[in-house]
């Protein structure tokens, strides 16, 4: 099994930045897929950015906003988040799948104010 940490959350005005982290029990290369997703309240849990096979995914939502990487020396997995909107206010949750087995972090709160 995996353990997530994520850490970089909270309040910030609608236009703004935010760059969240999730540190990672493994080495990042053993995992076959490393993920970002959110749950707004009153909604499901949603894929927001992953990474399989080097190759990067994102939500229609974020597209051209938000950016997933990588830092191989730390074992940890980023979500740039850029020009945020009220609408991104949720709890962000890393996620990644090793030997098929699916792990997830805490959560983290994102709160974008208008």
């Known amino acids: 099994q995996v353990q997530l940490v994520e850490s970089g959350g909270g309040l910030v005005q609608a236009g703004g930045s935010l760059r969240l982290s999730c540190a990672v029990s493994?080495?990042?290369?053993?995992?076959?897929?490393m993920g970002w997703y959110r749950q707004a309240p009153g909604k499901q849990r949603e894929l927001v950015a992953n990474?399989?096979?080097?190759?990067?995914n994102y939500a229609d939502s974020v597209k051209g906003r938000f950016t997933i990487s990588t830092d191989s020396s730390k074992n940890t997995v980023y979500l740039q988040m850029g020009s945020l909107k009220p609408e991104d206010t949720a709890v962000y949750y890393c996620?990644?799948?090793?030997?098929?087995?699916?792990?997830w972090g805490q959560g983290t709160q994102v709160t974008v104010s208008s």
């Open positions: 996620n990644a799948i090793f030997r098929g087995v699916s792990s």
């Open positions: 493994r080495s990042i290369f053993s995992l076959n897929v």
């Open positions: 990474i399989i096979n080097s190759s990067t």
